[in-house]
């Protein structure tokens, strides 16, 4: 049975097929990931051409057939290609880091609609703020890690029960415990980077721009928030495109 | 298997490794050399193998070569102070079936695509800007897509305060496209309507 499937879209990957068509990975609102196949999406005159392109939000209208891996891709409405990414190189290479962490870090057709937020809310901030948009990559890895069942204990020690003031990660339970339960932990987290931590889960998407931390805050919870990722998610210490954020991030 | 003779398996193997053909067209291709005459196989044998012994990349360029450097760096009626920046072979080729831009190219050998792991390092974009001493126009024609401008993008800020213009074709193309499929009007306009970055 064949039925029609329409949902909100963000644009994982895109797979040249043929030297007319594309496979399309998409994580869709409704539907979770959805890889389809576009038919004549290459062509110049086709009218999906230049749409199916990372990582532009778009409406998407396909059919669905139980038990296939690669559906048909029926139309497509161009919803935000966050344009003003393509202007910089800093902030296109977070919104390609972005894409490929939720690509990995998903792996069925399951409706994660939090998550479809989180990534949408994501790039239209890395897409119109004037601010320090490291921010917003610190806050989707953030709340990436905890809509996947992985939030950081940011107030007291998983083991000990009492306040962290300053946190260690345990790199083999993947905890963040206090200095005291793990004196020999290499990766620390201080007074100023949990508290910058706990802005971040507190604080609305859209209120980032008030978060100032210092520079060598940004640089501890930069390394504890992939850490903690490349711990907890399958995959994830695979990234391909964290070479090239590390290279142009200012 | 299929009763043929395992040398006649064997060049259909071959020829359907080829793009666009299949096992039916590599069979039918391998009946024809069959008939062909003796010196027409030789011919042909002498000509593939002399493609892999003779022909390289461009030391100066890297588009495909014949020697040390292609036809187009070693024609002295072109005017090197003009360099346009390209992605693939296959788009130097398109440019000049066009047949207007009488300057010279610089093929990439791709474009930065960080979802697949390429990064400025694995382009020829160093050997690019020690090219641009003497150069006065350098024309971008990445292709128009994030990737595309992107690398377009990282270009001009590598070689910024170098004394050139800087250009980009312009938006013609729609968002996404592959050069190989514009047709040529749609090229030249883009090439004369090319913008400052
Ligand atoms: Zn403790
Ligand atoms: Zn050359």
């Given at each position: 049975?064949?039925?029609?499937?329409?949902?909100?879209?963000?644009?994982?990957?895109?797979?040249?097929?043929?030297?007319?068509?594309?496979?399309v990975?998409?994580?869709?609102?409704?539907?979770?990931?959805?890889?389809v196949m576009a038919?004549?999406?290459?062509?110049?005159?086709?009218?999906l051409?230049?749409?199916?392109?990372?990582?532009?939000?778009?409406?998407v209208?396909y059919?669905?057939?139980?038990?296939?891996?690669?559906q048909t891709l029926v139309?497509v409405?161009?919803?935000?290609?966050?344009?003003?990414?393509?202007?910089?190189?800093?902030?296109?290479?977070?919104?390609?880091?972005?894409?490929?962490?939720?690509?990995?870090?998903?792996?069925?057709?399951?409706?994660?609609?939090?998550?479809?937020?989180?990534?949408?809310?994501?790039?239209?901030?890395?897409?119109?703020?004037?601010?320090?948009?490291?921010?917003?990559?610190?806050?989707?890895?953030?709340?990436?890690?905890?809509?996947?069942?992985?939030?950081?204990?940011?107030?007291?020690?998983?083991?000990?029960?009492?306040?962290?003031?300053?946190?260690?990660?345990?790199?083999?339970?993947?905890?963040?415990?206090?200095?005291?339960?793990?004196?020999?932990?290499?990766?620390?987290?201080?007074?100023?980077?949990?508290?910058?931590?706990?802005?971040?889960?507190?604080?609305?998407?859209?209120?980032?721009?008030?978060?100032?931390?210092?520079?060598?805050?940004?640089?501890?919870?930069?390394?504890?928030?992939?850490?903690?990722?490349?711990?907890?998610?399958?995959?994830?210490?695979?990234?391909?495109?964290?070479?090239?954020?590390?290279?142009?991030?200012? | 298997?299929?009763?043929?003779?395992?040398?006649?398996?064997?060049?259909?193997?071959?020829?359907?490794?080829?793009?666009?053909?299949?096992?039916?067209?590599?069979?039918?291709?391998?009946?024809?050399?069959?008939?062909?005459?003796?010196?027409?196989?030789?011919?042909?044998?002498?000509?593939?193998?002399?493609?892999?012994?003779?022909?390289?990349?461009?030391?100066?360029?890297?588009?495909?070569?014949?020697?040390?450097?292609?036809?187009?760096?070693?024609?002295?009626?072109?005017?090197?102070?003009?360099?346009?920046?390209?992605?693939?072979?296959?788009?130097?080729?398109?440019?000049?079936?066009?047949?207007?831009?009488?300057?010279?190219?610089?093929?990439?050998?791709?474009?930065?695509?960080?979802?697949?792991?390429?990064?400025?390092?694995?382009?020829?974009?160093?050997?690019?800007?020690?090219?641009?001493?003497?150069?006065?126009?350098?024309?971008?024609?990445?292709?128009?897509?994030?990737?595309?401008?992107?690398?377009?993008?990282?270009?001009?800020?590598?070689?910024?305060?170098?004394?050139?213009?800087?250009?980009?074709?312009?938006?013609?193309?729609?968002?996404?496209?592959?050069?190989?499929?514009?047709?040529?009007?749609?090229?030249?306009?883009?090439?004369?309507?090319?913008?400052?970055?």
């Amino acid at each position: 049975m064949s039925a029609p499937h329409t949902s909100q879209a963000v644009v994982l990957r895109t797979i040249e097929y043929s030297d007319t068509s594309l496979i399309v990975r998409l994580f869709t609102e409704t539907y979770g990931k959805v890889t389809v196949m576009a038919r004549g999406a290459r062509r110049p005159k086709h009218a999906l051409h230049g749409v199916l392109s990372v990582p532009h939000r778009l409406a998407v209208d396909y059919r669905h057939k139980d038990g296939r891996d690669i559906q048909t891709l029926v139309g497509v409405e161009l919803a935000d290609s966050y344009a003003a990414l393509a202007g910089d190189l800093a902030r296109s290479a977070a919104a390609w880091l972005l894409v490929e962490m939720l690509d990995r870090a998903v792996q069925v057709a399951d409706p994660l609609p939090l998550l479809f937020r989180l990534i949408t809310a994501s790039l239209e901030q890395l897409n119109t703020t004037s601010g320090d948009f490291t921010t917003v990559v610190h806050f989707y890895q953030l709340h990436l890690a905890r809509q996947l069942g992985y939030a950081p204990q940011l107030e007291k020690c998983p083991r000990c029960g009492r306040q962290v003031q300053t946190a260690v990660l345990d790199h083999l339970g993947g905890d963040l415990v206090c200095v005291r339960c793990l004196p020999s932990g290499s990766l620390r987290l201080g007074r100023a980077a949990l508290s910058y931590l706990r802005d971040l889960a507190a604080t609305h998407i859209s209120e980032l721009d008030s978060l100032h931390p210092a520079s060598g805050v940004r640089r501890e919870v930069d390394q504890f928030l992939l850490k903690y990722l490349f711990i907890h998610v399958d995959g994830m210490d695979k990234l391909r495109s964290l070479k090239f954020w590390r290279q142009v991030r200012k | 298997m299929n009763g043929l003779p395992p040398s006649l398996n064997r060049i259909v193997t071959e020829l359907s490794r080829f793009p666009g053909i299949g096992k039916k067209t590599a069979q039918r291709l391998a009946f024809h050399l069959l008939d062909t005459s003796r010196e027409s196989v030789e011919e042909l044998a002498e000509a593939l193998l002399s493609l892999k012994a003779n022909v390289r990349e461009c030391r100066r360029c890297h588009h495909i070569a014949e020697g040390e450097l292609c036809a187009i760096c070693s024609d002295t009626r072109r005017d090197s102070a003009t360099i346009c920046v390209v992605e693939r072979v296959l788009d130097v080729l398109i440019f000049e079936r066009m047949g207007e831009y009488k300057g010279l190219y610089h093929v990439l050998g791709g474009v930065i695509s960080p979802l697949d792991g390429i990064t400025p390092d694995d382009l020829h974009i160093s050997d690019l800007i020690e090219r641009l001493a003497d150069v006065k126009e350098m024309i971008i024609a990445t292709h128009p897509s994030m990737e595309g401008d992107t690398t377009a993008l990282f270009i001009a800020q590598q070689v910024q305060g170098l004394p050139l213009k800087i250009t980009r074709l312009a938006r013609g193309i729609p968002m996404g496209t592959n050069l190989e499929f514009t047709n040529e009007a749609t090229l030249a306009s883009a090439f004369t309507a090319r913008v400052d970055l």
